[in-house]
């Protein structure tokens, strides 16, 4: 690959996943893929963690969801926590337990596989993937399990995750209930989408100049609105008065032909309301998944503040000073 193109490509690389040039360039160097997508047992794991990232993330964060920066390889993800604040709430969410009154919270079949320097990596009991969580020293990340272990058995409850030789009888009851129904399997038939806006996350804060990023899932459309029932990911970005949406630049971005997912823009169904000043709809050619993109304006009063407060104006300062036009690299 000519020097000038590859210069390039990292330049680009790294608005969707927030590594620094340097490591971009590098990542090039090893792969074809300018960002490898999973495939899998993997895309269901990463599909399950963004689901619970979403969830965990109840506070005001200063990247998209309290992720810095995420690593793609072919069979692994790394996700840079943002804080040991939100390193907790994040392996929190992530470690599976047992409620015996109710259900089981967290992934189902996920453990430790190992910790290491700065990091800690979880698999799911069984099959062949990874998700290494990094940020805080390694002392941070055993204090958090012993925490939650604590916590959990004087609860009560069953701490799944230590059972390291098979799933607990709780979780093969609990999967068979909860993840073999129809929802779960359109839920997992656009798993290559949530997957996908895992390992792309920081473009929503490198490209975007949102303040704040939250988001749900939403509900396969049924009969009474449109025919497809795809899942939808609802993301809704917070901005401050005065700072102008890069809509269409952030839409462009996540549909780019090389680093971005295979959607198009998308009208949304006949039935469809909502109150929000602007939104995009993404989708892709079989409506197997869309990515709804809420753009609103804060009230004055509204805007959040905090420690983070200081990163998030520079955050989005940088965003405001790159060019509004997406163009191909």
Same mark, same amino acid.
């Given at each position: 690959?000519? /020097?000038?193109?590859?210069?390039? !490509?990292?330049?680009? =690389?790294?608005? #969707? +996943?927030?590594?620094?040039?340097?490591?971009? &360039?590098a990542?090039?160097?090893?792969?074809r893929?300018l960002?490898?997508?999973?495939?899998?047992?993997?895309?269901?794991?990463e /599909?399950?963690a963004l689901?619970? !990232?979403?969830?965990? =993330?109840?506070? #005001? +964060?200063?990247?998209?969801?309290?992720?810095? &920066?995420?690593?793609?390889?072919?069979?692994?993800?790394?996700?840079?926590?943002?804080?040991?604040a939100?390193?907790e709430?994040?392996?929190?969410?992530?470690?599976p337990?047992?409620?015996?009154?109710?259900?089981?919270?967290?992934?189902?079949?996920?453990?430790? &596989?190992?910790y290491?320097?700065?990091?800690?990596?979880?698999?799911?009991?069984?099959?062949?993937?990874?998700?290494?969580?990094?940020?805080?020293?390694v002392?941070?990340?055993?204090?958090?399990?012993?925490?939650?272990?604590?916590?959990?058995?004087?609860?009560?409850?069953?701490?799944?995750?230590?059972?390291?030789?098979?799933?607990t009888?709780?979780?093969?009851?609990?999967?068979?209930?909860?993840?073999?129904?129809?929802?779960?399997?359109?839920?997992?038939?656009?798993?290559?989408?949530?997957?996908?806006?895992l390992?792309?996350l920081?473009?929503?804060?490198?490209?975007?100049?949102?303040?704040d990023?939250?988001?749900?899932?939403?509900?396969?459309?049924?009969?009474?609105?449109?025919?497809?029932k795809?899942?939808?990911?609802?993301?809704?970005?917070?901005?401050?008065?005065?700072?102008?949406?890069?809509?269409?630049?952030?839409?462009?971005?996540?549909?780019d032909?090389?680093?971005?997912?295979?959607?198009?823009?998308?009208?949304?169904?006949?039935?469809?309301?909502?109150?929000?000043?602007?939104?995009?709809?993404?989708?892709?050619?079989?409506?197997?998944?869309?990515?709804?993109l809420?753009?609103?304006?804060?009230?004055?009063?509204?805007?959040r503040?905090?420690?983070?407060?200081a990163?998030v104006?520079?955050?989005?300062?940088?965003?405001?000073?790159k060019?509004?036009?997406?163009?191909?690299?």
């Amino acid at each position: 690959m000519r /020097t000038d193109r590859l210069s390039r !490509l990292a330049t680009r =690389r790294g608005l #969707f +996943t927030g590594e620094s040039y340097d490591q971009a &360039r590098a990542a090039l160097q090893q792969t074809r893929a300018l960002i490898p997508e999973a495939v899998g047992d993997q895309q269901v794991f990463e /599909t399950y963690a963004l689901r619970e !990232l979403i969830r965990c =993330r109840y506070e #005001f +964060t200063a990247y998209t969801f309290g992720i810095r &920066r995420v690593i793609p390889r072919s069979e692994s993800l790394t996700l840079h926590v943002e804080s040991e604040a939100h390193a907790e709430r994040v392996l929190r969410a992530l470690l599976p337990s047992h409620d015996p009154t109710s259900e089981v919270f967290g992934i189902t079949g996920v453990r430790i &596989r190992q910790y290491t320097d700065r990091a800690i990596e979880l698999h799911r009991l069984g099959q062949h993937t990874s998700l290494v969580l990094t940020g805080p020293a390694v002392s941070v990340w055993k204090r958090i399990e012993h925490d939650k272990l604590t916590e959990t058995l004087d609860r009560g409850w069953e701490p799944t995750w230590r059972n390291r030789a098979a799933w607990t009888d709780a979780e093969l009851l609990f999967h068979q209930e909860y993840y073999t129904d129809e929802w779960s399997r359109r839920f997992l038939r656009g798993a290559w989408c949530a997957s996908a806006l895992l390992r792309r996350l920081p473009v929503f804060h490198q490209v975007a100049c949102a303040d704040d990023v939250s988001a749900y899932i939403g509900h396969p459309f049924g009969a009474g609105t449109c025919r497809s029932k795809a899942m939808r990911w609802c993301f809704d970005l917070d901005h401050r008065p005065g700072i102008a949406w890069q809509d269409d630049r952030l839409a462009d971005a996540l549909s780019d032909p090389d680093f971005g997912l295979p959607l198009r823009r998308t009208p949304f169904g006949i039935d469809f309301y909502d109150t929000a000043p602007h939104m995009l709809r993404l989708g892709d050619v079989e409506q197997t998944a869309f990515v709804d993109l809420r753009f609103t304006h804060l009230a004055p009063s509204s805007l959040r503040r905090g420690p983070h407060a200081a990163v998030v104006r520079e955050r989005v300062a940088a965003a405001v000073a790159k060019p509004g036009e997406w163009r191909p690299a």
